[in-house]
């Protein structure tokens, strides 16, 4: 199975930026996505941004606009680059991979162990 592993969490006053990368143990199977989530203490999970194997992009409402994902395919990596950040960003994030779509939770068949990001007012 893929291995996911995020790193680029930390803490951020608000307004500021952040940048998490996450690198795949191997090249995922042919037509995979990848994608990050994110939970904050007593929520659910949410599906934030994907990118699909083509390159298209997808981002839930809350991060439209602040948040930029992309891929680095010859180094099996995935990057979520975060501006204009604000306390309710805070939480856990998740790289994950998946078939096709990768804000649909049937669709992960991998996930990262998680990345703490906090942000201060």
């Known amino acids: 199975e893929v291995q996911l592993v995020e790193s680029g969490g930390g803490s951020v006053q608000s307004g500021g930026s952040l940048t998490l990368s996450c690198v795949a143990s191997?090249?995922?199977?042919?037509?995979?996505?990848m994608g990050w989530w994110r939970q904050a203490p007593g929520k659910e999970r949410e599906g934030i941004a994907e990118i699909t194997y083509d390159g298209h992009r997808n981002y839930a409402g809350s991060v439209e606009g602040r948040f930029s994902i992309f891929k680095d395919d010859a180094k099996n990596a995935v990057f979520l680059k975060m501006d204009s950040l604000e306390p309710d960003d805070a939480g856990t994030y998740y790289c994950?991979?998946?078939?096709?779509?990768?804000?649909?939770?049937?669709?992960?068949?991998?996930w990262g162990e998680g990345t703490q990001v906090t942000v201060s007012s």
């Open positions: 191997r090249q995922p199977p042919y037509g995979s996505c």
């Open positions: 994950a991979s998946g078939d096709e779509r990768c804000l649909r939770p049937r669709a992960i068949r991998s």
